[in-house]
């Protein structure tokens, strides 16, 4: 956002849903022992290393999105249904 002329004074925080991504991002020295990660990780990696971005961990049983893309089981679509105000 600062290329954009607006003030940054805190890492945006991205919610994952994989742990092992999180902390491959957050201990460089795991890093040095893992031979197949996938670009995207090692993208994060930076951006958390520079600060730009912070990760926290999102249960993949609270991501809202799914009553769009997903069949849920009742107790769940009921839940998101609440969350949208529906």
Same mark, same amino acid.
């Given at each position: 956002?600062?290329? =954009?002329?607006? !003030? #940054?004074?805190?890492?945006?925080?991205?919610?994952?849903?994989?742990?092992?991504?999180? +902390?491959?991002? *957050?201990?460089?020295?795991?890093?040095?022992?893992?031979?197949?990660?996938?670009?995207?990780?090692?993208? =994060?990696?930076? !951006? #958390?290393?520079?600060?730009?971005?912070?990760?926290?961990?999102?249960?993949?049983?609270? +991501?809202?999105? *799914?009553?769009?893309?997903?069949?849920?089981?009742?107790?769940?679509?009921?839940?998101?249904?609440?969350? =949208?105000?529906?």
């Amino acid at each position: 956002m600062g290329g =954009l002329g607006f !003030l #940054v004074e805190a890492s945006t925080i991205l919610h994952y849903d994989n742990q092992s991504v999180i +902390q491959v991002a *957050d201990n460089p020295i795991a890093h040095s022992k893992l031979k197949h990660v996938k670009i995207h990780v090692h993208y =994060l990696r930076k !951006l #958390v290393q520079e600060k730009i971005y912070a990760l926290g961990y999102w249960r993949i049983d609270d +991501q809202l999105i *799914d009553i769009y893309t997903k069949p849920l089981l009742e107790a769940n679509f009921v839940k998101f249904l609440s969350l =949208l105000g529906i």
